[in-house]
């Protein structure tokens, strides 16, 4: 068992920024498939960032709408992953949500394909940006 806690949400002016984080505890393997989702009101959940960890290695993956804005990585001393979000806009207003795959292999997890049909899932942290 995996658990996932997210924190850092809150509300922001648009061009600000917000960094979350994604405490993990449990059994994790050594090669991992973690990322950030979000779902915003009457949207579907959508893939924002993931990053593919083996030992010390990792290898990220951006949708095209946070690309260069968003920026994730993991804290080997505090046991997360996080999601810095910089140049904040409206649309990034959602319930951000943190997931793990023990079982995505490298090639599917750095891409669009993942959607964390087999991860285990933090509760959410919702993030607000006003214009």
């Known amino acids: 068992q995996v658990q996932l806690a997210e924190s850092g949400g809150g509300s922001v002016q648009a061009g600000g920024s917000l960094r979350l984080s994604c405490a993990v505890s449990?059994?994790?393997?050594?090669?991992?498939?973690m990322g950030w989702f979000r779902q915003a009101p009457g949207k579907e959940r959508e893939g924002v960032a993931n990053?593919?960890?083996?030992?010390?290695?990792?290898?990220?993956y951006y949708s095209h709408s946070v690309k260069g804005r968003f920026t994730i990585s993991r804290d080997n001393g505090k046991n997360t992953i996080d999601l810095q979000m910089n140049s904040l806009k409206s649309d990034d207003s959602a319930m951000y949500f943190c997931?793990?795959?023990?079982?995505?292999?490298?090639?599917?997890?750095?891409?669009?394909?993942?959607?964390?049909?087999?991860?285990?899932w933090g509760q959410g942290t919702q993030v607000t940006v006003s214009s």
């Open positions: 449990g059994y994790v393997t050594s090669s991992v498939c």
């Open positions: 990053i593919y960890i083996d030992g010390l290695l990792g290898w990220t």
């Open positions: 997931a793990a795959d023990l079982s995505t292999p490298r090639k599917d997890c750095v891409s669009e394909s993942w959607h964390g049909v087999r991860a285990y």
